[in-house]
């Protein structure tokens, strides 16, 4: 190890003058406090490696400099996505071209808690679908929650529409055989995490389909009625009362137990958010009349030409639905990996790792999706000085030759690239409250999905870029009575029983 390997300051060297960028595009001294801290803590530790052994290695200079100027978002970038962000809302509402079609969901009504009875619920969200059955008790109260979890394999998300609801279907029936005595009757919610047109509670559409979704003879089609055709086809009693999309499901499930809860966001396989909008500012609102209608903004749509680097580009081209979900594609769990392996193999970050190191990466990650979101997360957990667990990973992997500079280069590829889907994040979120006017008083973004959950410091960062955003909010500091990000875990499923309840 060089000289300044555990040099902690963060001057450059003076024989290299250009200064790097930080990640966010601030100084990194003045980043302080929640996620910028731990941000600031790595981005420290990787400039400390500049200086290797007794010289200024440029090409680790030049591999860092392009990974924090590809990966930055500063706040001014934020604002200007925010605003676009709220004009093609402000389009979409008014049914005017939009990439972000603002679905009306048909949910009219707000949650109390005092809501109650026997109900099941469907959840198809993306890597996994699940079955659960649970007990509404009123008060806020959701009673012991029955459920099973399956994988969707390949050849369901990609073969015919009967190939996928039958799949379901015969999920939904182990559920019963093994959980419900045999037998089930009663009211189904069904959530289902693509866009959809809703023409009532239980009726709607497929618009598209996303998320490695292909499916074919489901897209124009009234999903409830596949469904409900493939349950019957098995004899299985259940009605689909309620369709709703994940983000609908979240918000409603903290709405139960907390009546400030009017957003709810995914970030998970796939992102979105949902929230609570009055119709009058819905010109496109043709139904009955109401005062208020839970939207479905299906961001992951976003049209980010100008906000994507060349890596974004690249991911972008080799999925199965190019120029769509663009923004989602910068954000979820199903591309995190994704970008991480597209930057570190690019020459222009590659050639920062050690010559051995960088093969064995070239070799161990050459197809694509083998460096998963997960990897990403357990590379960003370690944070001890050498990087040690990052080190049983890679050799896992069988990477085998790499230095402490080479992990650190790695991690803070990692950070890079999870920094930016946070702040991603939380500039649509600050962009929907501002549109619903949701920034000024309490109110809880509800939020599920495994990134956010999972994610080491993803919350974290997105409430100090939240905080930047809406410096009034006091959305990191929990005694405020500002905007709160809060882990609505399960929402998306249980939240399909509780709109069922409505129903
Ligand atoms: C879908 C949304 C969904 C989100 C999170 C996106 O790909 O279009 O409907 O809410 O994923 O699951």
Redesign the pocket.
């Known amino acids: 190890m060089g000289a300044a390997a555990g040099a902690a300051a963060f001057a450059l060297p003076t024989a290299y003058a250009k200064p790097l960028p930080s990640p966010t595009g601030q100084s990194p001294t003045s980043q302080v406090g929640g996620g910028r801290k731990e941000r600031t803590e790595s981005f420290n530790r990787a400039d400390s490696f500049i200086d290797w052994q007794g010289a200024v290695d440029t090409d680790y200079v030049e591999a860092l400099r392009a990974l924090r100027l590809a990966y930055k978002l500063p706040l001014d970038m934020m604002r200007s996505l925010a605003t676009h962000f709220k004009s093609e809302a402000v389009a979409g509402l008014a049914g005017q071209p939009s990439s972000v079609r603002m679905l009306p969901t048909f949910v009219n009504k707000r949650v109390t808690g005092a809501e109650t009875g026997d109900f099941y619920a469907l959840d198809l ?2 890597t996994n679908f699940r079955v659960l059955r649970l007990t509404l008790e009123g008060g806020g109260v959701v009673g012991p929650v029955k459920s099973m979890k399956f994988a969707i394999p390949d050849t369901a998300k990609t073969g015919t529409g009967a190939d996928l609801f039958g799949f379901i279907a015969d999920g939904v029936s182990r559920f019963i055989a093994l959980e419900c005595g045999g037998d089930a009757r009663g009211a189904l919610g069904f959530t289902f ?4 047109e809703q023409s009532a509670l239980d009726a709607g559409k497929l618009i598209m389909w ?2 490695g979704f292909t499916a074919s003879g489901v897209i124009g089609e009234d999903v409830v009625q596949l469904l409900q055709a493939q349950l019957a086809s098995r004899g299985i009693a259940l009605q689909v009362t309620a369709l709703a ?3 609908v499901g979240t918000m409603e499930t903290a709405a139960y137990k907390d009546g400030a809860a009017k957003v709810g966001l ?1 970030l ?5 958010a949902a929230y609570l909008e009055k119709t009058s500012r819905v010109p496109k609102w043709q139904g009955a009349p109401c005062e208020e209608m839970v939207i ?1 903004t ?1 961001w ?2 976003l049209q980010m030409d100008g906000y994507r680097n060349v890596f974004d580009v690249i991911i972008d081209e080799a999925t199965s639905n190019p120029g769509v ?1 663009t923004f ?1 594609k910068m954000i ?1 769990g199903l591309y995190l990996g994704e970008i991480c392996r597209t930057s570190i193999l690019h020459p222009s970050v590659a050639r920062g790792f050690s010559p051995a190191a960088a093969a064995q990466l070239r070799a161990t990650f050459a197809s694509p999706s083998s460096f998963q979101s997960s990897l990403m997360a357990a590379i960003e957990e370690d944070t001890s000085p050498t990087l040690a667990e990052v080190d049983r990973l890679l050799h896992a992997a069988g990477v085998t030759s790499c230095t402490v500079r080479d992990r650190v280069l790695l991690h803070e590829a990692c950070a890079c690239v999870s920094t930016r889907a946070a702040r991603l994040s939380a500039t649509a979120t600050a962009a929907l409250l501002e549109q619903a006017q949701l920034d000024q008083g309490a109110c809880t973004v509800a939020v599920d ?1 495994t990134v956010f959950e999972c994610y080491p410091h993803f919350k974290q960062r997105m409430e100090a870029a939240l905080d930047e955003l809406l410096p009034a909010a006091c959305t990191g500091h929990p005694n405020a009575p500002g905007v709160k990000l809060v882990l609505a875990k399960d929402g ?1 499923g249980i939240g399909a029983a509780i709109i069922a309840a409505l129903a």
């Open positions: 969200g993306g995490s693509f866009p959809v996303n998320k999309n994940d983000t995914i998970g396989t796939g992102t979105n479905n299906e992951g749509n979900q989602e979820s999905g998306s």
